[in-house]
């Protein structure tokens, strides 16, 4: 029997405790002398620690997500003859395949005693045995095309990922890590590379001219308590949901937005009027019910916006569904009305009413938010002059409404004060041409501008 020797956790620097994010060899293995056997992360930095010894591991003390110190015991070795330190250790060992991916990391530095195999620059207190990687903070523009990636900007993984990615010509910035903090972990590459395989695409970035992916760089990774005080708290459920929901379709559908401007002067006098009329009686007549019976007649006229794509076909619905952007304390949400077309001005008021007033308490039922077939985001009673919603899949297009302001309109002779209400429609470009995007907006000023023409 060989001797004993416990392999400790080295002076790791500033770094008092660190966690444990991989754990490279076990139990029966046999490893050389500055073989890697962990890697550890602080806040800052990721290390991998090396073995002060070689032999045959004979017991394995640590674990992923354990917490790590100086001092603390690795593993246990037993020396043997054949473990005798060797040039080529089975987990650091030089990378002899060329890195595929023009971004991808540094080739791996010559081997030097007792460092560990790393892509950026050294930080650790001098004298130490284990080399800091720091983690990196991306950029949030795109890398250069051809230029070198600079440390700070390389994704964040452990020296020994980037060594797996090395070795399959996998480009880490196109890869999204499932790992604490974002950090891409060997599985992620794997599922990258099968993901490639399986698309008959290629792990390496793609190559201009070539339809691939989006290929994005990792989020940016900022410590922004560096700069100041910060709070940290989580997103509400519903801003989690709606926020996968619109970056899909943000990045999915691609959005043209065409803006008008209806005269709603004499509208807004007649909704006045209605509701001094019926000050006791009825619901408050709100423009918003006004304008979802003005998008009724128009998506009538323009049946492509009441439409979804399936695949190659067009599904027109010939029901007419329209939800509405309510804004909440814990987020957006879209409620439906239902039969908007079978239904009248008090009535959709009503209901535009009540729906938002369930909103605002968390009370929607997730029926009252499916079916839709178009949607209206109005930012009217708030402000502003235009914007661009985004699209509420599978639906093609959505009216932004801004806030109405009083302008000067020449009426042919002279210029006349005006109520205009600012209209600001996205659709999917798929399906719907710039041209028929101009004439919806137009049919909508004429029946916003009378809605008489909605009996027609
Ligand atoms: N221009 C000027 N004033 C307007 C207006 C417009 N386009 N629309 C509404 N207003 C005024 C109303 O006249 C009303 O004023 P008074 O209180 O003096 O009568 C006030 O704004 C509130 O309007 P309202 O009671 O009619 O409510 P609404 O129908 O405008 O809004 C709802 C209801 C649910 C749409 C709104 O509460 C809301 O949540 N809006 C935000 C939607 C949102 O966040 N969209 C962004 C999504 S991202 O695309």
Same mark, same amino acid.
């Given at each position: 029997m060989g001797v004993m020797t416990e392999i400790k956790v080295p002076d790791i620097g500033d770094f008092k405790s660190v966690d444990?994010?991989?754990? !490279?060899v076990k139990a029966g293995d046999t490893v050389a002398a500055e073989q890697s056997l962990i890697t550890v992360e602080s806040d800052k930095a990721t290390m991998e620690i090396p073995s002060s010894a070689a032999g045959v591991v004979r017991e394995l003390r640590v674990k992923t997500g354990d917490k790590v110190a100086e001092g603390t015991v690795i593993m246990v070795v037993e020396a043997t003859d054949a473990a005798a330190p060797g040039p080529a250790p089975a987990v650091s060992a030089p990378v002899a395949a060329p890195v595929a991916a023009p971004v991808a990391a540094p080739p791996t530095p010559a081997p030097a005693p007792a460092l560990m195999v790393s892509s950026a620059p050294a930080t650790a207190t001098p004298g130490t045995s284990a080399r800091m990687t720091e983690a990196p903070t991306l950029p949030s523009g795109p890398a250069q095309p051809g230029s070198p990636q600079s440390a700070a900007s !390389?994704?964040?993984?452990?020296p020994s990922v980037r060594k797996f990615a090395r070795e399959l010509g996998v480009d880490l910035t196109a890869v999204t890590g499932s790992g604490p903090k974002g950090r891409i972990v060997q599985e992620d590459v794997q599922a990258f590379v099968k993901s490639a395989l399986a698309g008959g695409g290629r792990p390496a970035a793609p190559v201009a001219g070539e339809g691939s992916g989006l290929s994005l760089l990792p989020w940016p990774k900022v410590d922004f308590a560096r700069f100041g005080p910060v709070d940290v708290q989580p997103l509400s459920r519903i801003k989690k949901i709606s926020g996968a929901n619109l970056a899909r379709n943000w990045v999915m559908i691609p959005h043209v937005t065409s803006n008008d401007e209806a005269d709603v002067t004499d509208l807004e006098a007649f909704r006045v009027e209605l509701n001094r009329e019926n000050a006791k009686a009825g619901p408050k007549l709100t423009m918003l019910a006004f304008i979802i019976k003005a998008c009724v007649a128009a998506l009538r006229r323009y049946p492509e916006f009441n439409a979804s794509l399936d695949g190659d076909s067009l599904v027109y619905k010939r029901y007419f569904n329209i939800g509405f952007a309510a804004d909440t304390p814990n987020g957006l949400v879209v409620p439906v009305i239902r039969d908007a077309d079978r239904k009248g001005i008090f009535e959709i008021a009503q209901e535009t009413t009540t729906l938002s007033a369930r909103a605002r308490e968390g009370k929607l039922a997730a029926a009252d938010m499916q079916g839709g077939t178009f949607s209206i985001s109005s930012l009217g009673g708030i402000g502003g002059t235009s914007f661009t919603p985004i699209i509420n899949a599978p639906e093609v297009a959505i009216l932004g409404v801004s806030r109405s302001a009083m302008k000067p309109q020449w009426d042919g002779s002279a210029f006349q004060p005006r109520l205009m209400l600012p209209l600001s429609l996205s659709y999917d470009h798929r399906v719907i041409d710039g041209a028929a995007g101009a004439r919806f907006n137009a049919f909508l000023v004429q029946v916003l501008g009378d809605m008489r023409r909605t009996l027609l």
């Open positions: 444990v994010i991989e754990v !490279l !390389l994704p964040h993984a452990s």
